[in-house]
Nanobody, 113 residues
Framework: QEQLVESGGGLVQPGGSLRLSCAAS????????IGWYRQAPGKQHQLVAV???????TYPPSVKGRFTISADNAKNTVYLQMNSLKPEDTGVYYC???????WGQGTQVTVSS
């Protein structure tokens, strides 16, 4: 089983940027894709980006053009670059193998002036 640990969250003003990191360890050879999910207060997890092991990235319309997911295979790390942040991007961000039922501790992102 793989372990994924998120980092890089924080407080940022609207229009600002943040880069989140997802460090992978364990049985990562079995991972076919990694997704970044956002959970706003009182809401369910929402997928905001996913990248396949072949490097294909997919985004929902709400973040397309603002968020970029990338992978550094040498570092076993997946990144989420978030630009032009909006208050509605606020939430706890998690990285997860979509095929896994397990969630990590996440990293808090707050977009506020």
């Amino acid at each position: 089983q793989e372990q994924l640990v998120e980092s890089g969250g924080g407080l940022v003003q609207p229009g600002g940027s943040l880069r989140l990191s997802c460090a992978a360890s364990g049985n990562i050879a079995s991972i076919a894709a990694i997704g970044w999910y956002r959970q706003a207060p009182g809401k369910q997890h929402q997928l905001v980006a996913v990248i396949s092991s072949g490097g294909i990235a997919t985004y929902p319309p709400s973040v397309k053009g603002r968020f970029t997911i990338s992978a550094d295979n040498a570092k076993n790390t997946v990144y989420l670059q978030m630009n032009s942040l909006k208050p509605e991007d606020t939430g706890v961000y998690y990285c997860k193998d979509p095929a896994s039922p397990y969630w990590g501790q996440g990293t808090q992102v707050t977009v506020s002036s």
